[in-house]
C-alpha cells in the first residue's frame, strides 16, 4: 500500500489528474445517464476546460480521452437504462425504472416524441441528446414501440459521440476565453446551464401566451 501510495506522490499533477479525472469523468457521466438529475453536460464541458490547459500542440490528447471517455460513459448508460426500461414494459405489473421515465415524460412531449420517431427514427436519438431534457421522452417512446436493444443502439452511439462533441467544444469555447481554468470551468458550466434552461423558459412562455389566448377567446 505504502508503495503505491508513493508512486502516487511521485507522478507529475497532470499524470495525477488524469489518473483520478477519467475514471470520475465516466463515473459522472454514466450515473448521469441512469439518473437524469446530473448534469452530464456541465461535468463534460469542466473537463474539457481542464484538459483544454492540460493540451498543446504537440499533446492534444486530453481532449481526445476526455471525448472517448464522455461518449462510452453516456453510451453504456443510456444502454443500461434502456434495457432496464425493457424489463418494465415486458413485465406485467412494469419496474421502477419504467416507471421513472414515464414520469419524466409528460403526455404532450412523450406524444410529440413518438411522433417523430415514427418518420425520422435515429435522427430523432441523436437530436433528443442535444436537446436539453430530450432524451427521456424519446427514450420512453422507443421502448412503447418495442423498438430492439441493438437498433436502439445503433442510433444512440451515433447521439452520444454528437452530444460529448457539443458539451466538449462548450467547454473548449469558455476554457478558451480565460487564462485560468477555473475561470474557464465557470463559464463553461454557466453556459452550460443556461443552455439547460432555455427549453423550460420557452415552455413557460409558451403556456403562457395559449392561457392569454383562450382568455381572449372566452
Sequence with gaps: ?????????????????????????????????????????????????????????????????????????????????????????????????LAALRSRATPDRLAHAQERLDTHQVSVLVLSRLVPAGRIPVMLACLLARMPLRRFARGDAAACLAWAATYQLIGVLGGSLFPEPWQGVVAAVGLTLLISAVPAVWRRIRGDRSGELRHEDA
Design 1 to 97: 500500500m505504502s508503495g503505491v501510495l508513493a508512486a502516487v506522490r511521485d507522478l507529475p499533477p497532470e499524470s495525477t489528474q488524469q489518473a483520478v479525472g477519467y475514471p470520475s469523468l465516466f463515473l459522472l457521466v454514466a450515473l448521469g445517464a441512469l439518473v437524469p438529475v446530473v448534469p452530464t453536460g456541465a461535468i463534460v464541458s469542466s473537463a474539457a476546460v481542464v484538459a483544454l490547459h492540460q493540451s498543446s500542440a504537440e499533446s492534444p490528447f486530453p481532449l481526445l480521452f476526455v471525448f472517448l471517455v464522455a461518449s462510452a460513459a453516456a453510451f453504456l448508460g443510456d444502454l443500461a437504462l434502456y434495457w432496464l426500461g425493457q424489463r418494465g414494459v415486458r413485465s406485467r405489473n412494469g419496474s421502477r425504472w
